[in-house]
């Protein structure tokens, strides 16, 4: 079964240090996520991006984060520097029609940040 | 705000017992998704629920969403330890269904 693929699995960053999360989406899929789950807490939405460009942002997508495709396959996920508080497993999902997220998402297995 | 309210938050039973977790808001969805969450991994989708009123069954569970597109529940008869999980609903919101609300989660244990 086609899978979201996350790297890296875990990545343990000092403060103020730029990070890069990546994710390769199922292929035939248009419309592309980042959430991310602070541990113990709800699932939280940060970014939906169709066709190259932002459909939608949450409030905490502020300008410390970027969100690029940039070869066609990879999706990523720029943090430009990191705050404790950024400490969070962070999801990629991927949706495959019109309507995006209305048909639900396939979620990738996260990558578990630690900002130290 | 759009919220999801999930109860309840922590659900033990007995192998064999019937439950029903519950997920409403005050706001209206495009659709609404139950997912499955094991520690450490990102959710799995195990349904998408569209239209008012739409009842789904996926073998011994049972989705519902409401008339008004507002709630849905989740019915799992005669559960079994595999069931056991964190069990997610969400949201699409209305506006060109390109974001999802989750609700915080049901955690059920079920004992052997």
């Known amino acids: 079964e086609p899978e979201v693929t996350q790297t890296p699995s875990h990545q343990v960053t000092q403060m103020g240090q730029e990070v890069i999360l990546r994710c390769v989406p199922i292929?035939?899929?248009?419309?592309f996520y980042w959430y991310r789950q602070i541990l113990g807490q709800k699932v939280e939405f940060l970014v939906s991006?169709?066709?190259?460009?932002?459909?939608?942002k949450s409030e905490i997508f502020d300008d410390q984060f970027s969100v690029e495709r940039p070869d066609g396959s990879n999706f990523t996920l720029k943090i430009r520097s990191t705050k404790l508080e950024d400490s969070a497993m962070y999801f990629c999902?991927?949706?495959?029609?019109?309507?995006?997220?209305?048909?639900?998402?396939?979620f990738g297995s996260g990558t578990r940040l630690t900002v130290v | 705000t759009q919220l999801l309210e999930q109860s309840p938050q922590f659900l033990s039973i007995q192998e064999g017992e019937n439950l029903t977790v519950y997920c409403n808001s005050s706001?209206?969805?495009?659709?609404l998704q139950w997912y499955r969450q094991e520690p450490g991994e990102g959710p799995v989708l195990l349904v998408t629920?569209?239209?008012?009123?739409e009842v789904k069954k996926l073998k011994r569970l049972t989705f519902q969403f409401g008339d008004a597109r507002k709630d849905s529940s989740l019915h799992i008869t005669a559960a079994q330890p595999g069931d056991t999980g964190l069990y997610l609903c969400?949201?699409?919101?209305?506006?060109?269904?390109?974001?999802?609300?989750f609700g915080a989660g049901t955690r059920l244990f079920v004992k052997a």
């Open positions: 999902a991927s949706s495959p029609r019109l309507g995006g997220s209305v048909y639900g998402y396939t």
């Open positions: 292929s035939n899929h248009l419309y």
């Open positions: 991006f169709y066709n190259n460009e932002i459909s939608e």
């Open positions: 706001s209206v969805f495009s659709s």
């Open positions: 629920v569209v239209t008012g009123g």
């Open positions: 969400a949201g699409a919101t209305p506006t060109g269904g390109f974001k999802t609300i």
